[in-house]
């Protein structure tokens, strides 16, 4: 069952004070008081604000970056002179020391009550310093690699002046077509919250010291599951999905102690996000205790007007407000109508005031009254940012990242430097298309490309572009790539689709790898030389008619500042690859979406393997197979491992105890290597329909070439548990069945019992 926090929240204390609390600004300002708990400052500072300045600590708009609403009417000195009025809580997207500080000192030298502000940016995977994508660094399996990551992004953002970093996305998602699953940690909720929990960690450190920032856990709730993957679209999701599926990962975070959450963009039963109490009210505060503050998405109180929700900016406000939203990103609405509605009696000053107290109180928390500068010291930034050390982080997160997805003949890894080497594709060699819309504050020149990496590990590379920036290829270009091949011992290809075809509205309808690349690696099929095949892209593409293309696939994503480096690390075999895909890979369009943890159907097509499958009218496509390409879990590695021996401590768990599950598992190729051994668990039987597998549990080992050992899991009654319609959680008696293996398909089965 959920804890509910019990620690006396903000609003309690609010709420419990009968007293009036108008001070005057004669009395002694307890709010600068560094030694007062943090509760009596924001109700101090909160009984000295007037409503309009109440109204700015939920106004945060856009200062640096892209084109506002109403940007065109607010020039810089129309945003500064808001500052000093006090009528902006937070900036978005203002970067460096030099321009912060200036903004940072209007704020507390010349605003009345001296409010310090807080600013955000979107720090998706590294400020500067570009990690591989979130979808990239969650196959990994490496925990401490992803707090690394997010930790160094803290560290480069901290350092150039922001205090509160837009991630971790937790959003689950089923669907590639989704420009946006590149922002997220996959299809599984489990390990999505494995992976917001490092991540969240990773920012906020202990929220004390100079590179610790805010996360902002988004976007809340359901994002992931847009409609045809078509960005902004329409969500439909039962409970049970939202409970079991949905929720956990944004639970997960909010439970690290994410400090912030972002509203979604859609509408969760009929009710846009920000405007919606069961997702503010019920489930975020009352139900996982969140004690931090909200913002909507851009100018999602305003599209609650589209939505068909709101009648206007003010209803748009009041509605928001009231379901348990706080800061107002970039429309506008909370300055321009909140002091109006209280003066109505539409809002309570006690409903505003915990929301500005909840910004307030983070605002204390970060020492940004007793230091506004604290983030804000130029030889700090010039120190901390786009550094080797976090360049050399970066890289380590690159390779563990690369996915091998087939290596017929074991064609990789190529041991021969001098090895005659045709490299096609302008992907390659384009740092542009390296980057994706996340790219925040770094430079796609710094970025290191594939041939450039390659080049430092090989010295007889000859290199052409085969298709053009927009996929598409000629005879001439054909001809040229063939030519390069023939004078070649091995040809490595780089196709797949721009960087900047990543990220938020990049939603595609069709993800096959573009016919212009397709017909070039056929030509380079012909030519008979073995056929290295790299996709670079931020979410998985269809891949099928290119496996059968090439001799090895190499899923390289978005990498980052260090691709380059990885890639070439990888290819050499100077790392060998343990990446293992968080999403599961389409066979055809028609088959999305497409997932490991999905139910049975009352008339399932059986295992893959099994000896006998039903005839006919069960569910299945008549066309393809019912199984995704490559499997949730699947990654190969230049070595083999061979599972035995799968056990459970006895055959029956009672409610109070654990289960102990081991396997045996041996590296049984030529090289040491690492192997990620993934637990599922079935619910055989439920009074809720349970999924064929759910991952429960991993854990990434490195083996020797030969060595064997036995790996241990336990089982608690909580691994077996789920939530019913109404979010309850249940444990049912019966039988489970647990699985263990390297993917979610190919694995040894038990079965036990709870009684
Ligand atoms: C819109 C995106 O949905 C969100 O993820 C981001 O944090 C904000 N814009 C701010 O840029």
């Known amino acids: 069952m959920f804890k509910i926090h019990k620690r006396i929240t903000l609003a309690t204390v609010l709420m419990l004070s009968t007293t009036s609390i108008a001070f005057s600004q004669t009395k002694k300002a307890v709010y600068l008081d560094k030694n007062a708990p943090i509760e009596t400052r924001v109700k101090d500072l909160l009984g000295r604000m007037t409503l309009e300045e109440k109204a700015g600590q939920l106004n945060q708009i856009n200062y640096g970056m892209f084109t506002g609403p109403d940007n065109k009417v607010d020039g810089e000195q129309k945003k500064l002179d808001l500052v000093r009025q006090g009528k902006i809580g937070s900036f978005l997207n203002t970067l460096g020391v030099v321009k912060i500080k200036k903004v940072q000192q209007i704020a507390v030298e010349q605003s009345r009550l001296k409010i310090p502000l807080l600013f955000g940016f979107d720090v998706i995977h590294g400020y500067r310093t570009l990690f591989p994508i979130p979808l990239a660094e969650a196959c990994s399996w490496d925990m401490e690699q992803v707090f690394q990551n997010s930790r160094i992004a803290a560290k480069e953002s901290a350092a150039s002046g922001l205090n509160w970093a837009f991630a971790p996305m937790c959003d689950v998602s089923n669907d590639p ?10 299809e599984d909720p489990y390990y999505g919250s494995v992976i917001a929990a490092a991540r969240v960690k990773g920012f906020q450190g202990n929220l004390d010291g100079v590179f610790d920032i805010l996360a902002c856990v988004k976007h809340f709730a359901v994002y992931g599951a847009v409609e045809a993957g078509r960005e902004y679209n329409n969500v439909d999701v039962s409970r049970v999905a939202f409970y079991n599926k949905y929720l956990p990962p944004y639970t997960a975070a909010i439970k690290s102690g994410a400090a912030t959450v972002m509203t979604s963009f859609n509408v969760f039963d009929g009710v846009p996000a920000s405007g919606n109490s069961f997702l503010l009210t019920d489930i975020l505060q009352n139900r996982l205790g969140f004690k931090g503050f909200v913002v909507s998405d851009w100018n999602a109180f305003a599209e609650m007007i589209a939505h068909g929700y709101a009648e206007d900016k003010k209803d748009a406000v009041y509605k928001a407000l009231k379901a348990g939203s706080m800061m107002d990103m970039e429309s506008r609405t909370a300055i321009a109508f909140l002091p109006e509605l209280v003066k109505e009696g539409k809002l309570t000053e006690a409903e505003v005031d915990k929301a500005v107290g909840a910004i307030l109180y983070y605002k204390f928390k970060l020492g940004l009254f007793e230091n506004p500068y604290k983030f804000l010291d130029e030889k700090r930034e010039k120190e901390n940012v786009f550094n080797a050390e976090n360049r050399k982080v970066a890289r380590e997160a690159a390779k563990k990242s690369i996915l091998l997805l087939k290596n017929n003949n074991e064609v990789l890894p190529l041991k021969n430097p001098n090895q005659k080497i045709a ?39 000859t290199f052409v572009d085969g298709y053009k920036q927009d996929n598409s290829t000629s005879p001439e270009l054909i001809n040229q790539a063939v030519k390069n091949a023939e004078n070649a011992e091995v040809v490595i290809i780089n196709i797949g689709i721009t960087g900047n075809l990543s990220g938020e509205d990049k939603s595609l309808a069709d993800i096959a790898i573009a016919q212009g690349q397709v017909e070039l690696l056929k030509a380079l099929k012909k030519t008979g030389k073995p056929i290295i095949t790299l996709v670079s892209s931020g979410r998985p593409m269809i891949l099928n008619e290119v496996q059968g293309l090439s001799d090895a696939l190499v899923q390289c994503w978005v990498l980052g500042t260090e691709t380059g480096n990885a890639v070439a690390e990888v290819l050499s075999g100077k790392y060998n690859p343990s990446a293992k895909t968080v999403m599961s890979f389409p066979y055809s369009l028609g088959q999305i979406p497409v997932y490991y943890n999905h139910f049975n159907t009352g008339r399932p097509a059986g ?42 401590s006895a055959p029956v768990m009672d409610e109070k105890g654990s289960l102990s599950v081991s396997v045996d598992l041996q590296n049984s190729g030529k090289y040491d290597g690492e192997e990620v051994v993934q637990l599922y668990i079935q619910d055989v039987t439920a009074s809720i329909v349970r999924p064929v597998k759910e991952l429960k549990a991993f854990k990434k080992l490195l083996l020797k070439t030969g060595e064997k050992t036995t790996v ?10 789920f939530f019913d319609q109404n979010g309850n959680s249940i444990l049912e008696k019966g039988k489970f069945k647990v699985y263990v293996g390297g993917n979610s398909r190919d694995v040894l089965a038990a079965l036990f019992e709870l009684k």
Request: proline share 7%.
């Open 177 to 186: 077509r989704w420009g946006r699953v590149m922002e997220g940690a996959g």
């Open 423 to 461: 490299l096609i594709g302008f992907y390659a060699n384009s740092k542009p298309d390296m980057v994706d819309m996340w790219k925040a504050s770094a430079d796609a020149h710094d970025c290191l490309t594939i041939h450039e990496g390659l080049k430092k590990q090989f010295s007889n590379i």
């Open 607 to 648: 295992e893959p393997n099994a000896k006998e499958k039903p005839t006919d009218f069960y569910s299945r496509f008549h066309d393809i197979p019912n199984e995704p390409f490559y499997p949730f879990g699947y990654g190969l590695s230049y070595t083999t491992f061979n599972y035995s021996n799968l056990k459970t």
């Open 712 to 721: 241990e899991f336990k089982i608690t009654p909580n691994d077996l548990s």
